[in-house]
């Protein structure tokens, strides 16, 4: 039976659910980068994400548009990104222990509007498999590149893009001036503050699109706790990729794919514990934080608190 | 002359903190009932009733307390030492199956054997798993709070390994219904009830660690350490404090007092173990819940008995709102996570009262050693 995972329709299967399923991660955790990257840790990611899951499949249930679902789930992101911001930033809260609030409130509120609104597992129909003219009909690579629906595309265009606004942009360098050394950014005129939301606020646009991503797009469905803690593994990510949208689409690739074939496994009824199989990607990260952080320069001011004229 | 007495502003803000943030939280969630058609009164008094309304409903809420002190005590050992441990799930759930385990193994051996070896297996096993963390904290300077989360998810895949396939219930496998849970435990292994309800010896047991906990960190060099180390790792290194060991011994005890919790929670409620794959299904999340007890209880043990009480009540209480007023009991959740932002958020009152109390210190100081001349 094992035999059958190396069939060539299971290995193209495989490979195309993976990189199908690294989508919410690749969106929450190139958000999490960006406020990493400028100081603040933000764990309410998962608590985000469910909020964004929720939002978006409400306004498509109810609309028939998941583009308009999309936007929802965005913006209802984006403001609890915002009151992470106010949070940690001007209120100076302890980031570590806030977001484990945020992610408490997102996890009650999203369950709690769930059960009141919709009562039972509903299905959608969201963003529909748009197949790239041309590309989409190579054998194989055609299948497992080009024939993902808009928010999977979306997710890997976001690589390069959060590459150049990190490395080649004014902006960029702010965020990553105001992560290492805010008191010597702020005493060149940039607001650390004003920075920080900014990316806190991205950061949360992003979570609240990757729960999108899984309730309109690659499962259609809601249901409580969705999520089931992928927003934790996406801050964890960040670490493991070494603070760069390249290491972060390594990690986002490894997790999404060890899922992919435990799916499988179950589809085809292997009987091998698959249990283990789950575990290796944490095992792994692990392994990763031990070895790689000592080498990768982590943003010196993460998680700590700005006072002025205490730098 | 006589040196004025000065009176000190009494530090009212203190100890009000949480309770201010408990009721913005309450009020928040008054809004939210009134938005979800539901009469806030009416609602809260169905939450007071499900909790406190007859002996069994008291009964449940200090059981369902339980956990959540014993994760509390721990957290308090950590945050203390100036370590964030996240993986109160994953250490309940291994020190869960630790005592499974045991109470399997061992299944002729009396009661007074069988307990305390289960107890005292869960303990360490939820210290090895906080100690995995610890270690690579102190010696790989690596961010306990990513390695706590990552030990949570490694217990679940264990614990689901476990139970669907090694110890699963062999009546399940006979049926072939293949329902991840172990048979139940023998009856040596159940501890003991109190009263007639489903008041267990565990509850008793975490009220005695929360003190012991206090005496830890109050009353010994070991726990003046770990404090020191928590309230400023330089200072505590200049004075020749180990830091490393002592932040890794923070996380060990902490992550003990959760397993001892998740033993105590298999052997007093559920005498048997399950799944439904994730954490949530055996913890409730009692290891986020007992986070938010804890900072409730201003991260003092004893604070955190009555605190847990409190949460405990609002867990127990959701499900009679829920039937009330038909508002689902995830508000609690929800409130939850809102305490815990206004408690933290609420610091910087704290620090600002405290850097105004310092600053009246020192004038006071400055005035008693001015020359007499300046004074008149």
């Given amino acids: 039976m094992i035999a059958d995972l190396f069939a060539a329709n299971v290995i193209i299967g495989i490979l195309t659910s993976g990189i199908r399923l690294a989508t919410p991660y690749l969106y929450a955790s190139i958000g999490e980068t960006f406020g990493q990257l400028s100081g603040v840790l933000n764990l309410g990611v998962d608590g985000m994400m469910l909020m964004g899951a929720y939002a978006g499949f409400y306004v498509t249930f109810h609309t028939g548009n998941p583009w308009l679902g999309l936007l929802v789930a965005i913006l209802v992101g984006a403001l609890m990104g915002l009151a992470m911001a106010f949070i940690s930033v001007t209120l100076k809260a302890e980031q570590g222990i806030s977001g484990i609030g945020v992610y408490l409130f997102g996890l009650g509120m999203s369950d709690l509007l769930f059960q009141k609104t919709l009562g039972t597992v509903e299905t959608v129909s969201g963003f529909a498999p748009l197949n790239i003219p041309l590309l989409s009909d190579i054998p194989v690579l055609g299948t497992v590149f080009f024939s993902h629906n808009i928010l999977v595309y979306g997710a890997f265009l976001l690589v390069p893009v959060a590459w150049f606004i990190l490395n080649k942009t004014t902006l960029g360098l702010k965020i990553k001036a105001v992560g290492q050394n805010p008191a010597a950014a702020d005493a060149l005129g940039v607001s650390v503050a004003r920075v920080r939301y900014a990316t806190v606020t991205l950061g949360g646009a992003l979570a609240g699109l990757a729960g999108a991503s899984l309730s309109i797009a690659l499962l259609n469905v809601f249901q409580q706790n969705l999520t089931s803690g992928m927003g934790f593994i996406a801050v964890a990510l960040v670490y493991f990729g070494g603070w760069t949208p390249t290491g972060v689409l390594l990690g986002s690739l490894l997790f999404s794919s060890v899922n992919a074939l435990q799916l499988w496994v179950q589809i085809l009824g292997i009987p091998i514990p698959s249990d283990f199989a789950v575990m290796m990607p944490y095992v792994l990260t692990i392994l990763a934080l031990i070895f790689a952080v000592r080498k990768v320069n982590q943003p010196a001011s993460l998680s700590k608190v700005f006072e002025r004229g205490e730098g | ?376």
């Fill in chain 2, 1 to 376: 002359m006589e040196p004025k007495k000065r009176i000190r502003p009494i530090n009212w803000l203190g100890p009000s903190i949480p309770f201010l943030a408990a009721l913005a939280a309450f009020v928040l969630g008054a809004f939210m009932l009134l938005l979800l058609g539901a009469n806030p009164i009416e609602a809260y008094a169905a939450l007071i009733d499900g909790a406190f309304g007859s002996m069994n409903s008291i009964a449940d809420t200090v059981v369902k307390a339980t956990p959540l002190l014993f994760v509390g005590a721990g957290i308090c050992v950590a945050f203390r030492g100036g370590v964030i441990n996240i993986g109160g799930e994953g250490q309940l759930v291994v020190g869960a199956l630790a005592a499974t385990l045991a109470a399997l193994t061992f299944t002729t051996w009396p009661a007074w054997a069988l307990i305390p070896v289960c107890l005292l297996l869960g303990f360490l096993a939820g210290a090895v798993w906080g100690a995995i963390a610890g270690f690579l904290k102190a010696y790989y300077n690596v961010n306990e709070i990513l390695t706590t989360i990552m030990m949570n998810q490694i217990a679940v895949q264990l614990m689901n390994y476990l139970l669907s396939g090694p110890i699963m219930d062999p009546v399940q496998i006979e049926n072939g219904s293949f329902i991840p849970q172990t048979a139940r435990f023998p009856a040596a292994a159940d501890l003991p009830r109190l009263v007639p309800t489903r008041l267990h010896l565990g509850v008793l047991l975490a009220v005695v660690v929360a003190i012991l906990v206090w005496v830890l960190l109050w009353r010994t060099t070991l726990g003046y350490r770990i404090r020191a180390v928590g309230l400023s790792p330089a200072a505590a290194r200049r004075a020749g404090i180990r830091v490393e060991q002592y932040a890794m011994l923070a996380l060990l005890i902490s992550g003990a007092l959760a397993g001892l919790g998740g033993a105590v929670q298999v052997l007093g409620v559920n005498h048997r173990m399950f799944t439904d794959g994730s954490a949530t299904g055996f913890t409730s999340s009692a290891g986020f819940n007992g986070i938010v007890a804890a900072l409730f209880g201003q991260l003092h043990p004893l604070g955190a008995i009555p605190a847990s009480g409190l949460f405990g009540a609002m867990l127990v209480g959701a499900n009679k709102m829920q039937r009330v007023v038909q508002v689902p009991s995830a508000l609690i959740t929800a409130l939850n996570g809102l305490v815990v932002i206004f408690v933290v958020s609420s610091e910087i009152w704290r620090r600002q009262l405290a850097r105004r109390q310092e600053m009246g210190a020192m004038r006071e100081a400055a005035l008693a050693t001015a020359p007499a001349g300046e004074m008149t």
